[in-house]
């Protein structure tokens, strides 16, 4: 009798490196001296600057993430390369004790991604990811069996420890949300989109961005 395989057909592929080579406290440092603001459903403040990686003190961490952009795009999803990164917004978040970050996807956008600049212990250091819906993909809304164990085929959602020099890549409409804090230590984190220019398709179905 021949193996017995399965397919996770039509991924939402996560990125995630630990341990990136950086230095985190310079950029601690230089968000300690910009501009916040509280964002409208109070749980947490945001740098009032949405284009942050366009400063010029942020170019080592512009660098950082368009790096392992063009890893998770160009060689994991083997996307071709006459299309190039466009940065479309940036901002850093602050979250103090009882901070979170609620359910949520990014719109206009079609890659997205978070680096943890500073994640102290029991400051939300976990990133929940959902699928839409809530559902996965082999049930429906209307008949969801029970899960005895849960792996990768049958989940609805995933968690991911994030601690600081950790990134996280991910397509803009992934949901996503992050526990509150339970620590009087701050939490800093960097959250940017991107798209991909260039030609799409071809011929008559052509599209150039």
Same mark, same amino acid.
């Given at each position: 009798?021949?193996?017995?395989?399965i397919f996770p057909l039509f /991924?939402?592929?996560l990125f995630v490196r630990h341990d990136l080579e950086w230095d985190n406290q310079k950029a601690v440092k230089y968000l300690e001296?910009?501009?916040?603001?509280?964002?409208?459903?109070?749980?947490g403040k945001s740098t009032v600057n949405h284009s942050l990686l366009d400063e010029p003190e942020m170019a080592d961490v512009r660098q950082l993430i368009e790096d392992n952009l063009k890893v998770y795009l160009f060689d994991f999803?083997?996307?071709?390369e006459h299309h190039t990164l466009r940065h479309s917004a940036s901002w850093a978040m602050l979250h103090e004790r009882g901070d979170f970050a609620q359910q949520h996807m990014h719109k206009? /956008?079609?890659f997205s991604g978070v680096l943890y600049v500073q994640t102290p212990p029991n400051s939300g250091d976990w990133v929940y990811f959902n699928a839409p819906d809530?559902?996965?993909t082999f049930a429906s809304q209307t008949l969801s069996p029970d899960i005895a164990h849960h792996n990768l085929y049958n989940s609805?959602?995933?968690?991911?420890a994030v601690t600081e020099k950790t990134i996280c890549i991910f397509p803009s409409h992934l949901y996503h949300k992050t526990p509150a804090?339970?620590?009087?230590?701050?939490?800093?984190c960097i959250a940017f989109d991107y798209i991909l220019t260039g030609r799409y398709g071809q011929q008559a179905g052509s599209l150039t961005i």
């Open positions: 009798m021949g193996e017995a395989l /991924s939402t592929p001296s910009i501009e916040w603001k509280e964002i409208d459903v109070k749980n999803l083997d996307i071709a206009n /956008s079609q809530q559902q996965p609805r959602c995933y968690r991911e804090s339970k620590t009087d230590e701050k939490r800093y």
